[in-house]
């Protein structure tokens, strides 16, 4: 988390303490420049979610496309030129991914910085999401399904819906305290949530969930804490982003997180 790495201030701290273990003024500097360049150069949220990254590249040569427009898609080797599914929703692989990657980013930025228009775009992008994610249509590798239990909304699969969360997860709770309780219930309920509802019932590969859980938080392993039985799907994704009590909370407090099933 964050939260649990960094605090605002850290910023000045690094630059009176260079070899301090937490940030060094120059890799500071390197990390906040990363950040602007790709607030730079932030796309637009994509109209639908992604493709396999892997159906991305030249049938002949094998080599990973070049975007040059939504609908053209070139290979830097033989110069073959693609178009229309699956390299039209491919190319969105890597939109997402930076979306993520951005709200994560910007997350610590804030943490580092307290300048307020990290949070302001890591705001941004996720209220985008939690206005669009739930209108995104299930989809595997092939295509469009409700029926495989591994298909995601922002990609075609489980893997990639839940590295994409977990930054995003991470951004959000880096700038939870900049936001109104509107635009937290916002991003929770139209975001977190349902995504965190999905990747679960991936896990479960299809069948019945299982009927207990048990959530624990610890310091050491002789030591285990926040101990929380769940019965369904419903109360397995609150019991881990509910804000005032949920495992996430716990986690970010103590540093560790075990699910037992």
């Given amino acids: 988390s964050p939260q649990a790495s960094f605090s605002a201030g850290s910023e000045a701290?690094?630059?009176?303490?260079?070899?301090?273990?937490?940030?060094?003024?120059?890799?500071?500097?390197?990390?906040?420049?990363?950040?602007?360049?790709?607030l730079a150069n932030r796309p637009d949220l994509p109209s639908r979610g992604a493709q396999w990254f892997h159906w991305y590249c030249c049938k002949a040569c094998g080599v990973h496309l070049k975007t040059e427009t939504p609908t053209r898609h070139v290979c830097s080797k033989c110069g073959a030129v693609y178009s229309g599914w699956p390299y039209d929703d491919a190319a969105f692989f890597s939109v997402h991914h930076a979306l993520g990657l951005l709200v994560r980013d910007c997350g610590i930025a804030w943490s580092l910085s307290d300048d307020r228009r990290y949070a302001d775009a890591a705001r941004s992008v996720l209220m985008d999401y939690a206005g669009t994610y739930r209108s995104y249509p299930r989809h595997d590798?092939?295509?469009?399904?409700?029926?495989?239990?591994?298909?995601?909304?922002?990609?075609?699969?489980?893997?990639?819906?839940?590295?994409?969360?977990?930054?995003?997860?991470q951004g959000y709770d880096a700038i939870?305290?900049?936001?109104?309780?509107?635009?937290?219930?916002?991003?929770?309920?139209?975001?977190?949530?349902?995504?965190?509802?999905?990747?679960?019932?991936?896990?479960?590969?299809?069948?019945?969930?299982?009927?207990?859980?048990?959530?624990?938080?610890?310091?050491?392993?002789?030591?285990?804490?926040?101990?929380?039985?769940?019965?369904?799907?419903?109360?397995?994704?609150?019991?881990?982003v509910d804000s005032e009590n949920g495992c996430l909370k716990a986690v970010f407090k103590r540093g560790m997180l075990l699910i037992f099933r």
């Fill in 141 to 169: 590798n092939s295509g469009p399904t409700e029926r495989n239990c591994d298909a995601g909304r922002a990609f075609s699969q489980i893997l990639d819906e839940s590295v994409w969360l977990i930054n995003l997860v």
């Fill in 176 to 240: 939870a305290m900049t936001l109104d309780k509107a635009d937290r219930t916002r991003v929770i309920e139209g975001l977190i949530r349902p995504a965190a509802d999905l990747v679960f019932a991936g896990e479960w590969a299809g069948g019945e969930p299982p009927q207990r859980y048990v959530f624990a938080s610890f310091d050491d392993y002789d030591d285990v804490k926040d101990v929380t039985w769940t019965s369904s799907q419903h109360d397995l994704s609150r019991v881990i």
């Fill in 13 to 38: 701290m690094a630059a009176q303490q260079p070899a301090s273990p937490q940030i060094s003024a120059s890799g500071w500097a390197d990390f906040r420049s990363a950040v602007d360049r790709s």
